[in-house]
């Protein structure tokens, strides 16, 4: 399918795959916000196009297969992803340990099409398919008191290289505060362009949270913990004062090292081009969940 974008993308540029295969109407869940057409997806504007699968599957950062950006795509193939099991546990009505497509039955795969941004200043568009987050947490039952996710990849010792030279504390482990793994931009995603994901992009599953740098969409989970406390993550471990908790697109709060006001766009080869960074990676309406914050304090 051709994949479509609109500058400023929100729920509305969402073209959920009972849109396109049942030609049905969706209304859009967030204010000020209109119902999505027939078939037929978001209109192009500004002449911005997603990236190539072979773009996206090539200039990737996975610390578990290497530190470069081509080591994921070179050593990722020895990832394990047969009879995936998820546990799921913490403040939750059904803990469990999950076969994947258990945990995924009767939930609806969509595709969304996002700005990825990494803290390194660097971005991309990614046609990504999943399962609204929201879904997943209440099928398995959120508990009253959570008040955050956590997440964490898989430890393969034997198959991964930065395992091995021990480049972090692993396993990898990433958080959300509930409101915003509960909003409907955030997706547990399971494929890119309708192919599964590749092992260097997070297979079999990986969260994807649009309005945060890339680091804090966890890549090949095996564990969701629901918590009522705030979870220690692994950058933020290892450097508190470049890498905090929320993580949030910011082109005003500048890392330590390098500026966060522009982008350099994967993509445009030697000569790559360089845009503006939108706040909150251009997701205005996640502004709420951050009311009352100083997010030069919270970052």
């Not at 995924?104 to 941004?117: C, K």
Request: hydrophobic letters at 40%.
């Amino acid at each position: 399918m051709a994949y479509r974008w609109k500058n400023k993308l929100s729920r509305t540029d969402i073209t959920p795959k009972s849109a396109y295969l049942n030609r049905r109407q969706i209304l859009a869940g967030t204010v000020g916000l209109g119902a999505i057409g027939l078939a037929g997806g978001a209109q192009a504007q500004d002449g911005l196009e997603p990236n190539t699968l072979e773009e996206i599957r090539s200039y990737n950062n996975f610390y578990e297969f290497g530190t470069g950006k081509e080591d994921p795509a070179l050593n990722a193939h020895k990832l394990d992803t047969s009879n995936w099991i998820v546990k799921v546990d913490g403040l939750v009505d059904n803990p469990g340990d999950y076969v994947m497509d258990d945990l995924f039955a009767g939930l609806s795969v969509e595709d969304r099409l996002y700005r990825f941004r990494c803290v390194e200043a660097w971005s991309m568009v990614v046609p990504w398919n999943g399962i609204e987050l929201a879904d997943i947490l209440n099928k398995v039952g959120v508990q009253s008191s959570a008040k955050y996710v956590a997440f964490e990849t898989v430890v393969q010792p034997e198959n991964m290289i930065g395992v091995q030279r021990r480049v972090l504390d692993f396993p990898y482990v990433e958080g959300l505060r509930l409101d915003e793994a509960m909003h409907p931009l955030t997706i547990m995603a399971t494929g890119i362009y309708d192919e599964p994901l590749a092992k260097q992009n997070g297979a079999p599953m990986r969260l994807v949270v649009p309005w945060k740098y890339g680091f804090k969409s966890i890549k090949s989970i095996v564990r969701i913990t629901l918590t009522d406390e705030e979870p220690p993550i692994s950058w933020n471990k290892a450097n508190r004062r470049e890498y905090g908790f929320y993580s949030n697109v910011n082109p005003t709060v500048d890392h330590p090292r390098w500026s966060q006001a522009s982008e350099r766009v994967i993509g445009g080869g030697l000569f790559a081009s360089r845009q503006d960074t939108l706040m909150f990676n251009g997701y205005p309406e996640v502004a709420s969940l951050y009311e009352g914050m100083d997010l030069s304090v919270d970052f």
